[in-house]
């Protein structure tokens, strides 16, 4: 019989009222509970602090039965069933950190009904299926966290792909797999990969508006600090993350920012599990201001008072890039969002890339992220565009929207740039590219004979950070690309090719020298007599060399 909605939603709401203490519902959440209510397998795709949990668990109290929830981080399941202890609901999880008595029992009490909600971890879902039959007490399977079934996904878990084995052994017990990565590509594979059938899909809108976006291309460390403390700063109350792409990067900006009397901590998966807990503890009662994490940190935190979130390096892809800035503002209040950017980090991630299970696709993933933080249109659209989300307007909440590029003609200083390649035979990388543009009499230079070249210092109208600036803009067109394997050395593409032969034009995106830093640097290098373009090539000799005897990355360069 088909349930009757008007029931359901009255029921519903009741619950909602009761154990939750909110007076209605969100945007998507009835129409989820409902589709649950008639059997149908459902897959929600909402963004982080959406509202996913509370999709499965009013079913979970509306139906007989016991819903089992697969979650892939123990930390997560304890959350989950400490806070719907406290509301009163009768939710328990089984993991390997209880003792196996306790775990046993508490299946006993599940399978009676007396539990409404049970957690537990793939693995362990696959290992009770083994001995059990979850057919007359199972009402709902909840697969939360679901893209990490995929390969495709940010996050992918190899222990989840048992899970296809659900539908197959319990073909009649409904199964809502949610999670908040909704490329098109992740989101088919999770269908398939659980064998949902006819599913109901709920796809949410991705924008997060209260959420500003900014990217700032090549910051040097100064700079980094000095924008981290104002942001700590403007928001005297509330707390903040800094994502690093490193353990070490972690560290040294929590040490930088400890020196400086903040109050912050650093989380990463070089820590034992009870250091990991206590910084989480911390940061979540707010005993520190701000956590230094690597992406170890974030998955299922729920703290509405996150107001903002700084990526020191850029991250491997977008799905992380969203999740990781989706946990600010999860109030709905504004929040605001940087990251940090530069050359070096390409180099690391692709360095990370190779030694990963799927070179191709993730060199795939790592180019539409350098194309969002090189985005000269409003960044909001190219981030909702990569999760196939419509967004034709101009979102005036980024940096792009607030501060749109003043575009010209660029082929002339393409073309300087090309030269001076084509006539170092390509085997040359970014910072002496530049130093040749600009005719630094650098020792390495002369000795390579470089300063005899026909584009020796054609450039030198231009400072190291324009040259730096529209060389990136050059890779984002594809203009030159950079050999990886071959010391990141910098390679004209055929694109390139036929705009160094005069055929075709390009547009630049002006680039306009930050005048407060540039003032105080050039004081600085008075007093200290050194050469910025100097300092930043012992910067980047310093992390290529680091790379290549694979000590991890640099906390961050230039
Ligand atoms: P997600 O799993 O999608 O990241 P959660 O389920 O953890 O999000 O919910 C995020 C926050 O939103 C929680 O604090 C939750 O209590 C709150 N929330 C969920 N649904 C509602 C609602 N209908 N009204 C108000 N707050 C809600
Ligand atoms: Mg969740």
Not at 66 to 82: A, E, G, H
Not at 163 to 184: E, F
Not at 311 to 340: C, V, W
Request: hydrophobic share 40%; net charge positive.
């Amino acid at each position: 019989m088909k349930p009757d909605n008007n029931d359901i939603d009255l029921k519903a709401g009741a619950l909602l009222r009761r154990f939750y203490g909110y007076s209605s519902f969100r945007d998507g959440q009835l129409d989820i509970i409902r589709n649950a209510m008639s059997r149908r397998d459902t897959l929600v795709l909402m963004p982080t602090g959406g509202g996913k949990s509370i999709c499965y668990q009013i079913p979970a109290l509306l139906n007989d039965g016991c819903c089992i929830v697969i979650s892939p981080l123990i930390s997560l399941m304890k959350d989950q069933v400490t806070a719907l202890n406290a509301n009163g609901i009768p939710a328990a999880a089984i993991n390997s950190s209880n003792v196996e008595q306790v775990n046993a029992d508490t299946m006993l009490q599940a399978s009676r009904g007396r539990i409404k909600l049970l957690y537990m971890s793939p693995e362990r879902l696959i290992l009770e299926m083994e001995h059990r039959n979850f057919c007359n007490w199972v009402s709902l399977f909840a697969i939360d966290e679901a893209h990490c079934i995929s390969q495709w996904g940010h996050d992918f878990r190899p222990e989840y792909t048992a899970l296809n084995r659900i539908k197959a052994s319990y073909p009649g017990i409904p199964v809502m797999a949610l999670t908040a990565t909704a490329d098109k590509i992740t989101r088919d594979d999770i269908a398939t990969q659980l064998c949902l059938k006819n599913p109901y899909i709920h796809l949410a809108s991705f924008d997060r508006p209260n959420i500003s976006l900014k990217v700032l291309a090549n910051p040097g460390k100064a700079k980094r600090i000095n924008t981290i403390t104002r942001m700590i700063d403007r928001y005297p109350d509330d707390s903040g993350i800094v994502y690093c792409l490193s353990r070490k990067g972690a560290e040294t900006i929590n040490a930088e920012l400890a020196i400086r009397g903040y109050r912050s901590t650093v989380y990463h998966a070089g820590l034992s599990s009870k250091e990991r807990d206590e910084a989480q503890e911390r940061f979540i009662n707010g005993d520190v201001q701000v956590v230094c994490a690597t992406v170890a940190f974030g998955m299922g935190i729920d703290k509405s008072n996150i107001r903002w979130v700084v990526h020191n390096n850029m991250p491997r892809n977008m799905e992380s890039y969203y999740q990781e800035i989706g946990r600010a503002g999860r109030d709905g209040m504004k929040a605001e969002t940087l990251l940090f950017y530069s050359f070096a980090d390409i180099a690391t991630l692709q360095s990370f890339i190779e030694k990963s299970g799927q070179p191709a696709l993730n060199t795939e993933k790592l180019t539409r992220m350098k194309e969002y933080c090189e985005a000269t249109v409003c960044r909001r659209r190219v981030l909702l565009s990569y999760f196939n989300e419509e967004y034709d307007h101009d979102c005036g909440n980024c940096d792009v929207c607030l501060d749109p590029p003043v575009r010209f003609d660029g082929t002339r200083i393409v073309q300087m740039a090309l030269s001076a390649m084509s006539r170092t035979n390509e085997m040359i990388g970014l910072t002496m590219l530049i130093d040749i543009l600009r005719g630094s009499a650098r020792a390495e230079l002369i000795e390579r004979g470089y300063d005899r070249i026909k584009t020796y210092g054609v450039g030198r109208d231009l400072s190291f950070s324009e040259w730096n600036a529209y060389l990136s803009q050059m890779l984002q067109l594809g203009i030159i690309e950079i050999a990886y394997t071959e010391s990141n050395h910098l390679k004209i593409t055929p694109y390139g090719r036929s705009i160094l032969k005069g055929e075709r034009t390009v547009m630049l995106a002006k680039f306009f020298f930050d005048k407060a830093s540039s003032s105080k640097k050039r004081k600085s290098t008075a007093q200290s007599a050194v050469n910025p373009a100097e300092l930043l090539f012992s910067e980047l000799k310093r992390l290529r060399l680091s790379i290549a005897r694979n000590e991890g990355v640099a906390p961050y360069i230039v």
